[in-house]
């Protein structure tokens, strides 16, 4: 390589560094000034805040509590989350992308890599400016004072489908104290299919970027890819039609 793919570390580097600390310096500051965190008064066994929000780093765990169950928010999908992340760059093969991570070589890890990333923050995001008294959404012009009246109850996805299509409650089978239905079939279909779907379209229609892949690599980094994309689509089904769980077994629900 001649002196030309080279740079100085001073003062190219150096300045690109200084100029990206005084910008996260600035950033910091600014924040610190429109949010500021002022020590309260003790804490009091008689006195529960409202709401009780946890360190801001560890919001996104507890806005996730809001759309999922607590083992499925709080140990599951983090670490399918961090896991994904983690291997992104690893599962790319592309051998022009190693030692530098530049996005015309590494598009789909980098676009990857960022929507998960963006997701937790906008997580965080939301648990600090917009949950208020009882975990409601707050916008900034309503009276964070106020408590706001209580809406419609969530339902399963299946009562929804069941309700909707006029099947029968009477359970197919019954396991122990859960009866699974048609409608709970039907969910069963919607699930496995969202999976199958996910999976089919880059294997028919990208096949360049399965063969680039290989077998294993591929079928790894879709089911974190799918399972990552599914934590804002349940999210956007319990905004918009209230539903709480997509799948009801009796082991897990969803």
């Given at each position: 390589?001649?002196?030309?793919?080279?740079?100085?570390?001073?003062?190219?580097?150096?300045?690109?560094?200084?100029?990206?600390?005084?910008?996260?310096?600035?950033?910091?500051?600014?924040?610190?000034?429109?949010?500021?965190?002022?020590?309260?008064?003790?804490?009091?066994?008689?006195?529960?805040?409202?709401?009780?929000?946890?360190?801001?780093?560890?919001?996104?765990?507890?806005?996730?509590?809001?759309?999922?169950?607590?083992?499925?928010?709080?140990?599951?999908?983090?670490?399918?989350?961090?896991?994904?992340?983690?291997?992104?760059?690893?599962?790319?093969?592309?051998?022009?992308?190693?030692?530098?991570?530049?996005?015309?070589?590494?598009?789909?890890?980098?676009?990857?890599?960022?929507?998960?990333?963006?997701?937790?923050?906008?997580l965080i995001v939301i648990g600090v400016w917009f949950r208020g008294?009882?975990?409601?959404?707050?916008?900034?012009?309503?009276?964070?004072?106020?408590?706001?009246?209580?809406?419609?109850?969530?339902?399963?996805?299946?009562?929804?489908?069941?309700?909707?299509?006029?099947?029968?409650?009477?359970?197919?089978?019954?396991?122990?104290?859960?009866?699974?239905?048609?409608?709970?079939?039907?969910?069963?279909?919607?699930?496995?299919?969202?999976?199958?779907?996910?999976?089919?379209?880059?294997?028919?229609?990208?096949?360049?970027?399965?063969?680039?892949?290989?077998?294993?690599?591929?079928?790894?980094?879709?089911?974190?890819?799918?399972?990552?994309?599914?934590?804002?689509?349940?999210?956007?089904?319990?905004?918009?039609?209230?539903?709480?769980?997509?799948?009801?077994?009796?082991?897990?629900?969803?």
């Amino acid at each position: 390589m001649g002196p030309e793919d080279h740079v100085l570390v001073w003062p190219n580097l150096v300045y690109i560094e200084l100029i990206s600390m005084l910008v996260a310096t600035a950033v910091l500051l600014f924040l610190s000034l429109v949010s500021p965190a002022p020590l309260e008064e003790l804490a009091s066994a008689d006195t529960t805040p409202n709401p009780t929000k946890a360190p801001w780093y560890f919001l996104g765990l507890q806005e996730l509590l809001v759309y999922f169950d607590p083992w499925l928010a709080g140990v599951v999908l983090p670490s399918l989350i961090i896991v994904g992340l983690v291997l992104l760059p690893y599962i790319d093969p592309n051998p022009r992308g190693k030692g530098y991570y530049t996005y015309s070589e590494r598009k789909f890890a980098v676009l990857g890599f960022c929507f998960g990333l963006a997701l937790w923050y906008i997580l965080i995001v939301i648990g600090v400016w917009f949950r208020g008294l009882d975990w409601s959404w707050y916008w900034p012009w309503d009276n964070w004072k106020a408590h706001k009246p209580i809406t419609g109850g969530l339902v399963d996805l299946e009562v929804v489908i069941q309700n909707t299509l006029g099947l029968p409650e009477a359970p197919l089978v019954t396991l122990g104290r859960y009866g699974v239905t048609i409608a709970n079939l039907i969910t069963w279909a919607l699930f496995l299919g969202y999976y199958a779907v996910g999976f089919s379209i880059p294997f028919l229609f990208m096949r360049k970027f399965y063969n680039s892949l290989g077998f294993v690599r591929y079928n790894l980094m879709m089911f974190l890819f799918l399972s990552m994309l599914g934590v804002p689509l349940k999210i956007y089904l319990r905004l918009l039609a209230s539903i709480k769980y997509v799948l009801v077994t009796p082991w897990f629900k969803i």
